[in-house]
């Protein structure tokens, strides 16, 4: 089985900039997690979808970050407009979203840098 | 809203050796705890996970957990060049991965011994 693919690796932007992240979960899982990784913060959830369905959008990050699910095999996050202090790596995972304890399964990764 | 800590920030460990990182929680009624792990420019993997106060051993990792305390250690021992990594942990208080809070990590260096 393939794992979650995230694209691209890397991605520099100007300020200001807009960016789309992309991601494919693994195939059958019905939770999809788009989380900020910084060495200060640690991982923030920015959004949580269900089944495709928006469950959580992550509060402080509503005003610039957009996230969606087109289909039940892959999501976008839109940043716009960058700011420099959105420099980081940006992972995406997935779970079956149907019994607890169930592990999470994160991407690479994608590590923006916005200059 | 649950808050979680994870120490050191980072840690240096001879080859060989024995090594604990340390998790607090904020909120007494969390039911699920994991540890996931990061190499350099990779995922994260889920490593281990404890429902129970107690321990749980796998291979050379040990997680134990004390919810009165409102603390989780993983435990590593006869450490590796292969331990370098990130280790993070994730608090539920659900039990469901749609409710898991993570720490910002330890870092852990190997080093000859």
């Known amino acids: 089985d393939a794992g979650v693919t995230q694209t691209p690796r890397h991605e520099v932007a100007e300020k200001g900039q807009t960016i789309i992240l992309k991601c494919e979960p693994v195939?059958?899982?019905?939770?999809l997690f788009w989380y900020r990784q910084t060495k200060i913060q640690g991982l923030e959830l920015l959004s949580y979808?269900?089944?495709?369905?928006?469950?959580?959008d992550g509060g402080a990050f509503k005003d610039r970050f957009k996230a969606e699910m087109l289909n039940s095999s892959f999501s976008t996050l839109k940043i716009q407009p960058t700011e420099p202090k959105d420099s980081a790596v940006y992972l995406c995972?997935?779970?079956?979203?149907?019994?607890?304890?169930?592990?999470?399964?994160f991407g690479s990764g994608t590590r923006l840098t916005v200059l | 809203q649950q808050k979680v800590q994870q120490s050191p920030e980072s840690l240096i460990v001879p080859e060989g050796a024995m090594t604990s990182l340390n998790c607090t929680f904020s909120?007494?009624?969390?039911?699920?705890f994991a540890w996931y792990r990061q190499h350099s420019g990779k995922a994260p993997k889920a490593l281990m996970s404890?429902?129970?106060?107690g321990e749980k051993e796998e291979g050379r990792f040990t997680i134990h957990l004390n919810k009165a305390s409102l603390h989780f250690s993983l435990h590593i021992r006869d450490s590796q060049p292969s331990d370098s990594a990130l280790y993070l942990c994730?608090?539920?208080?659900?039990?469901?991965?749609?409710?898991?809070?993570f720490g910002s990590g330890t870092k852990v260096i190997p080093c000859l011994p």
């Open positions: 909120d007494s009624a969390s039911q699920y």
């Open positions: 994730a608090v539920s208080r659900t039990g469901f991965a749609s409710a898991l809070t």
């Open positions: 195939s059958g899982h019905n939770d």
């Open positions: 995972a997935s779970s079956p979203g149907t019994l607890s304890a169930e592990t999470l399964y």
């Open positions: 979808f269900r089944s495709k369905s928006l469950m959580e």
């Open positions: 404890i429902f129970s106060n």
